[in-house]
């Protein structure tokens, strides 16, 4: 993969929490425009990893460059403006209960721009459309499935327009059909939009119908990085270990 066509390229990585050594050296690129995910067992860092993409977590060592960028080394402000390129769809959706659906999507624009109310209006309605909640949008959370907080929080996620989307393990707790569901909307809106996707995961195999590229996170390193096809018939221990659910093996087990 060319550095040319990486919109995030994560070099030499490194990140500890006293001492516990999370990263250890992670280096990939995320191609400009598709869907990479990365994936692991529960535990292995894929969350810590995901949080340094946008300077959430900032390295003990390595640097992480989007579009040709250091934002290891950026200033506060810098950083601020950078993160405006991101939306996240948290793992719980992190939606806050005390507004509507509707205010929930409507926030980021009331905060960051100076859009008129009517113009807000009508973005926050168009992207709970696209999907699929229409007419939900005076609802609260609370009165909300699982996989509808999911979308309202991936509606929530796009409706700045961002280069950039990062999805922390966006089908936990859903079960398999809301599941397919969930995945199914991020390749949609994913192709819709063309924005770069980083997803983080354990659910396999589905996940691998949305990815264009799969990375494993094993042992605080990455393991193995190809096209999707290719990485499932990689014949790479950790990859096989990880695939077919063995305790047994290189991967080590938490």
Do not use: W
């Amino acid at each position: 993969m060319s550095a040319a066509r990486a919109m995030i390229r994560v070099v030499d990585l490194y990140k500890s929490f006293g001492k516990q050594q999370v990263l250890k050296g992670v280096t990939m690129e995320f191609t400009k425009g598709k869907i990479t995910t990365i994936v692991g067992t529960s535990g292995c860092g894929k969350t810590v990893l995901l949080k340094h993409l946008n300077a959430l977590l900032l390295p003990d060592r390595g640097q992480v460059f989007i579009d040709s960028v250091d934002i290891t080394r950026l200033k506060q402000k810098d950083l601020y403006e950078m993160r405006g390129r991101f939306g996240v769809l948290f793992q719980g959706a992190a939606l806050l209960d005390s507004m509507t659906v509707f205010d929930n999507v409507a926030f980021p624009l009331r905060e960051k721009t100076t859009m008129a109310e009517a113009e807000i209006r009508k973005k926050a309605d168009e992207r709970l459309d696209q999907v699929g909640l229409e007419g939900m949008g005076h609802k609260y959370p609370a009165e909300l499935s699982g996989g509808m907080r999911k979308r309202a929080g991936l509606a929530r996620a796009l409706v700045m327009d961002p280069e950039i989307v990062l999805f922390d393990e966006p089908t936990t707790g859903l079960d398999p059909v809301l599941a397919t569901g969930i995945h199914q909307l991020i390749a949609r809106t994913q192709q819709t939009f063309g924005f770069t996707g980083v997803v983080v995961s354990h659910t396999i195999p589905q996940v691998f119908e949305i990815s264009d590229y799969v990375a494993i996170l094993a042992n605080g390193v990455i393991e193995e990085f190809k096209p999707t096809k290719e990485f499932q018939s990689s014949q790479n221990p950790v990859v096989q270990q990880f695939i077919q659910g063995q305790t047994e093996g290189p991967i080590q087990v938490l």
